[in-house]
């Protein structure tokens, strides 16, 4: 074999070392770049001038290993170390550091890339993005802010522009109702001064105009048509109740006391403007009716002291009337043990509605205690302020406690609220909770009751004001009202043998031939590891141990081309000897 062979053999071991000595400076130069994976260069032998095959061993002698001198080395490629980097903490919210082995997923440019590297921002379109301009994709919500796994978009964060209400649909009650308190039995009565006919002779029925009703012995009508009754400074256990109008219309020709508005359609007026609960299934008797014996106009209010009515003759008044039209005066107060608590809700729109909820002891036998609870609101549109539980039936349930005066059942738990004509979602159904755990309502003896709405999940307008990424890659928005709720969640990919990717530069890689297909995953799913915000995930290159190859590396270099050195001495004095 000649001496040339040697001169190329140290040439093949000068090329691999130099090839080599480009991946080690590759890692050392990016020793601080974010989320990088450094390589090694992988070296195997070349081909071997076989001198002899060698023997088998046979009986008379021993078997001979063969002959071989080797003709150099080559690279054999490049090996990328995918081990995890530290991760060093950065305190802001979008900086994204991977703990396992999963990639961010990008669309850049039109196309799938996937990165290490989570230095991310927010782009002016609000979106989540890389350096590179690449657009962080995950999975999006839907109306309900529920995320939407399967296929990925980009991660759109509008900070300061998303704005949401919520409307309320549960509303949660602590307290405890004093169950030595006395039962319920009379609601309050008030009366006017009798009243007749204008003319003194015709029988006045619920169905006689207002315009023909008249004080007894003035012959005077109360009320003319166009005058506007308005209810104002009545008070419902010592709660003022707001101010209610009523329009007098006209009478028909020709249908005498049947027609226009009637004595029944005011009744129902003050009715609706206090707050009366009519249901006959309560059984106290409330409402607003005529007394044909006395001639009185009786106004009697639902049992329990927080529902006694007073109702002052100041409180009606009628336009162009020169005093007032009627006079009341209170016949007899409410009683019973009982407590009310005015909170608020909001309906889909975020309007805040205000709702009043009294409870009154209505019994007490072997089994505990029942307490009847009464809800109104002043905001409800169709023009009563009682609420209703189910159409056409009033806002009020049972309350039953047993004799350790934790609640045994409730009835009629879920209220209407009416929305007609203001754009919101009509109508709003609200459930009352009166069982919570340790803050359920209790009927237990104490000096007075108490009752308190200590929560709600409806909420006004607000604006998307912070966020948060979890492990998961979650992402969690805070709003100016004080909901939370799920904007997106960062997808991450994983591939069957992540050696394989290419690198496609700016700290991106794209599938390759040996890769495998990208597997769109959850975080914390199938290995892709977790997302820990607020922090990035260094450079997992081991500077000292990039020192110590670039040495041996050097040595390579030097000792191969000392080879060709040697080899080129021994030329010269074989053409020396030539000489």
């Known amino acids: 074999m000649s001496l040339t062979t040697a001169l190329f053999t140290g040439l093949t071991g000068m090329d691999v070392h130099t090839k080599s000595l480009d991946v080690i400076g590759n890692n050392i130069t990016n020793v601080n770049t974010v989320g990088f994976k450094g390589s090694r260069a992988v070296f195997e032998t070349q081909l071997s001038a076989n001198l002899g095959a060698g023997s088998a061993p046979s009986g008379n002698s021993g078997g001979t290993n063969p002959s071989q ?91 300061g522009t998303l704005t949401i209400a919520e409307a309320t649909r549960n509303v949660t009650f602590a307290g405890n109702l004093n169950a030595s308190g006395a039962v319920a039995v009379n609601g309050s009565l008030t009366t006017t001064q009798a009243i007749e006919h204008v003319d003194g002779i015709t029988p006045i029925t619920g169905a006689s105009a207002l315009t023909d009703l008249s004080n007894v012995g003035a012959g005077v009508a109360l009320f003319a048509t166009g005058n506007v009754i308005t209810v104002s400074g009545a008070e419902k256990g010592g709660k003022a109740l707001g101010t209610f109008s009523f329009e007098v219309g006209p009478a028909v020709t020709g249908t005498a006391d049947t027609a226009g508005t009637t004595l029944n359609q005011f009744m129902q007026f003050l009715d609706d403007a206090l707050g009366i609960n009519e249901d006959p299934s309560i059984g106290d008797g409330a409402g607003t009716t005529f007394n044909t014996g006395t001639g009185m106009i009786e106004v009697a209010g639902n049992f329990g002291s927080f529902n006694d009515l007073n109702l002052q003759t100041a409180d009606l008044v009628s336009t162009g009337a020169t005093s007032q039209p009627l006079v009341f005066s209170k016949q007899s107060s409410a009683d019973g043990e009982s407590v009310r608590t005015t909170f608020q809700v909001y309906d889909s729109l975020g309007t805040p509605l205000t709702l009043d909820v009294a409870a009154v002891l209505v019994g007490k036998n072997s089994t505990g205690t029942q307490w009847r609870y009464f809800a109104e609101s002043i905001d409800d549109t169709d023009l009563s302020r009682v609420l209703e539980t189910t159409p056409g039936v009033g806002g009020t349930g049972i309350l039953s406690f047993d004799t350790f005066g934790e609640i045994a059942s409730v009835t009629n738990q879920t209220l209407i609220i009416d929305r007609t004509n203001t754009g919101a979602v009509d109508p709003l159904t609200v459930t009352l909770n009166f069982t919570n755990g340790s803050d359920s309502v209790r009927a237990l003896t104490d000096t007075q009751s108490s009752l308190a709405a200590i929560s709600q999940d409806g909420s006004p307008v607000g604006k998307l004001d912070t966020f948060s990424i979890g492990e998961s890659g979650v992402i969690t928005g805070a709003f100016t009202n004080g909901l939370s709720r799920t904007l997106g969640q960062v997808a991450l990919a994983t591939f069957a043998n992540p050696e394989g990717l290419l690198d496609a530069g700016s700290n991106t890689f794209v599938a390759g031939p040996n890769s495998g297909l990208a597997v769109e995953v959850e975080p914390q799913t199938f290995g892709a590891g977790r997302i820990i915000s607020g922090a990035l995930e260094l450079s997992n290159v081991d500077l000292s141990q990039e020192f110590v190859n670039l040495i041996t590396t050097s040595t390579g270099f030097s000792a191969s081309s000392r080879v060709i050195t040697t080899s080129d001495q021994l030329i010269q004095q074989l053409l020396s000897i030539a000489r």
């Open 69 to 159: 001198i080797g003709l150099g080395v080559k690279f054999s490629g490049v090996q990328r170390n995918l081990n995890n980097g530290a991760i060093q903490p950065t305190g802001t919210t979008t900086d994204l550091a991977l703990e396992g082995g999963g990639f961010f997923i990008l669309d850049l440019n039109g196309a799938p890339a996937y990165t290490r590297d989570g230095s991310f921002r927010l782009d002016s379109d609000k979106n989540l993005v890389a350096s590179n301009g690449g657009i962080v994709q995950g999975f999006g919500i839907d109306e309900n802010f529920n995320i939407t796994p399967g296929v990925v978009g980009p991660m759109n964060i509008p900070v």
